[in-house]
């Protein structure tokens, strides 16, 4: 039994396209129920988990229980606003499709405001977009952001001009995309500062408000505000009773058992695991990806066979962050990539990496149609629980 | 200058396929300062007109106030509940995009929530899909939901068969299709029976609760039930102060210019219209595009020469309905069609009159792509403003 709260499997890493109205929703988002049809023996429940009871070996869905005999969490992670939970309601976070749905619809209704503003001061305001921590999601929507408004949208409007957007990107270390080679962090920013993005390093945030940023003791009077800076285990890893790290995270073992609790097995972003050397992996999709199939095997074959599984090693296929339309940086620890070699590479991956070949096909034709045009649909603003209010002026 | 409560232009007659997730919202809404991009000196507001003084010659938008010199409304029409408002919340209408989300997340809730049901008769009241109004909306609806549960959904689910779900279409009337001719309806009312569509004619609804229709003296409890039996004019419409006919629309001449106002005009739904024969014309997209068209052309050249206009004359492109996967009724009044050839047509029609390259490309390549595998891919549930409080169970 697979038990999720949404009906669909997101595809993160193309979120922030969402984000900035270059793909729609269900172009990265595929039902749950398709994907596993063919798995006769898999029942699929749209429900949000509420409590575990690891004794009774029992899962709480609200007034429903069910029991289990092998439990795996893979809930991943949330948001994390390094405790200013007061910060959320003012600058949205990156992390489901209702997540990117409003920041499009406040992102587009900035230039609406503008657009009718008499007010030179409020219409520079509308026009400042503050992305905050300069990782790869940070790095990958000021980029799109920044194409949207100098190239898709800067010739809809008549008493503003979109391509003189202001667009922050803001990073409390000392570089940005602070884990990948510093040569490619230089690179990024370069690019970044070519496509219009200004790029601030030890700049830390120190309030945020309903339409500023305050950081390096000035503050910045915005109309959109992003929160790239921080993420957490998801709360189901509380659920649990055993200790969890400063992340929120579940320690697992190299076979993703938890420590002291029998049946139990943790992957992906709510689990810490070591890799060989003691080091713990990163919260990527490919060790998730990776520690999906390695589980679903090993279970298998002890079952099976009762054989005791290898324990799990990660391949690492490289990392990747996407600077702007036609850019990228890759890292494969001893060989680096970028530029648009590297952007190639990314283009091809994302699209196979998609699930159903429907969607392979509908998401290149967009990207091609993009690449020649400029031009992105996805620009339909729409009452949003969570955006501010309604979504109309 | 171009006024909008919305930021997108929607193409109403595949709102029914966005309801039942075969296409995104982005494939039939385009952004309508992209669709007036070149034409320079148009601007584009997106707000809500309030208050119209034909005597100042001024528009009121909450606080702001626009003066015109020539005023057009086009603003459509809206849903009707014949008196009965208090049934829209229980049975939703199709009018809007909003309206098609709500729709797509209800009818799929059902199904999930009939999976984990372990009450018989709550699991049939799930699985009832009652659809009131038997014109073209209606028809195209129920045809599109039959084809959605018996193919798309059919093997997805392990405890309930989406493929036994009841669909009941409700007409008042004596058949569905009133306005095709009679051997038309026949066919269609066959077409849908082969589908598995429940048609009941001359059954008039008398009540409408939380879950369950009341008809023909008997309740019909449902899952989800859908409004698509009456459309009134846009209440824009009354804020002319002239007087409006029964279904609230505004007469205007064969100029398009309303009676008695200088430099105002109406034209698609929220005008009556009568054609040479002194019998108002139907309200269909045909009628609002070929009226649109005039009466620019036509200002145009009373602004340019002073000449006074040809009359209006409306050129009947023939009236289509799709019944299911591969089938529809065609009446072009001298001839009519039926079947594949029909549907064929409407296809090609469709994919024409959306706007945008793009949108034609991605809608041709989606429907080849569901012709072929019954697949369809926009099944996200997603909490939305109106659905009944929250989308998740």
Chains 1, 2 share one sequence.
Not at 90 to 116: G, H, Q, V, W, Y
Not at 199 to 213: G, L, P, Y
Request: hydrophobic content about 45%; charged content about 20%.
């Amino acid at each position: 039994m697979l038990i999720d709260r949404d009906n669909f499997h997101l595809f993160q890493p193309l979120l922030y396209q969402v984000a900035t109205a270059a793909l729609s929703p269900s172009d990265i988002a595929e039902p749950i129920r398709r994907m596993l049809r063919g798995q006769e023996n898999c029942e699929v429940v749209l429900g949000e988990v509420t409590a575990i009871d690891t004794q009774k070996r029992q899962i709480g869905m609200g007034a429903e229980t069910v029991t289990y005999d092998i439990l795996v969490l893979a809930a991943g992670a949330t948001r994390s606003y390094l405790g200013h939970d007061e910060w959320e309601q003012f600058a949205p976070s990156l992390k489901t499709l209702e997540d990117a749905l409003a920041i499009r619809t406040r992102l587009l209704l900035c230039f609406e405001r503008a657009e009718t503003s008499r007010n030179p001061q409020e219409q520079a305001r509308l026009m400042t977009v503050v992305v905050i921590g300069g990782g790869p999601s940070g790095v990958e929507l000021a980029g799109s952001i920044a194409e949207l408004v100098r190239h898709t949208l800067a010739k809809d409007f008549r008493r503003i001009s979109p391509a003189a957007t202001r667009i922050i990107l803001l990073e409390a270390g000392s570089r940005i995309l602070a884990e990948f080679p510093e040569a490619l962090s230089r690179y990024a920013a370069q690019r970044l500062a070519g496509l219009g993005v200004e790029v601030r390093e030890n700049c830390a945030v120190k309030a945020i408000t309903a339409a500023a940023v305050q950081a390096d003791g000035a503050e910045i009077p915005a109309g959109l505000m992003v929160w790239a800076a921080g993420v957490k285990a998801s709360p189901l890893a509380q659920m649990l009773g055993v200790k969890t790290d400063k992340h929120g995270r579940i320690a697992a073992g190299s076979d993703l058992a938890v420590a002291g609790l029998s049946g139990v097995y943790a992957l992906g972003d709510l689990a810490c695991v070591e890799d060989t050397m003691g080091k713990p992996l990163p919260g990527l999709a490919q060790v998730a990806k990776q520690q999906g199939t390695y589980l679903g095997r090993s279970l298998a074959a002890k079952i099976e066979t009762g054989a005791t599984p290898m324990p799990f090693a990660f391949h690492d296929r490289g990392n990747v962050a996407i600077v702007g339309r036609h850019s990228a940086v890759v890292d494969f620890g001893t060989i680096q990539l970028r530029g648009f070699a590297a952007w190639l590479l990314w283009a091809v991956v994302h699209i196979w990496l998609l699930a159903g070949l429907q969607h392979r096909v509908l998401v290149a034709i967009q990207w091609a149609w993009r690449y020649v045009t400029y031009d992105r649909g996805a620009r339909q603003i729409m009452p949003m629980p969570g955006a501010d209010g309604s979504a109309r002026p």
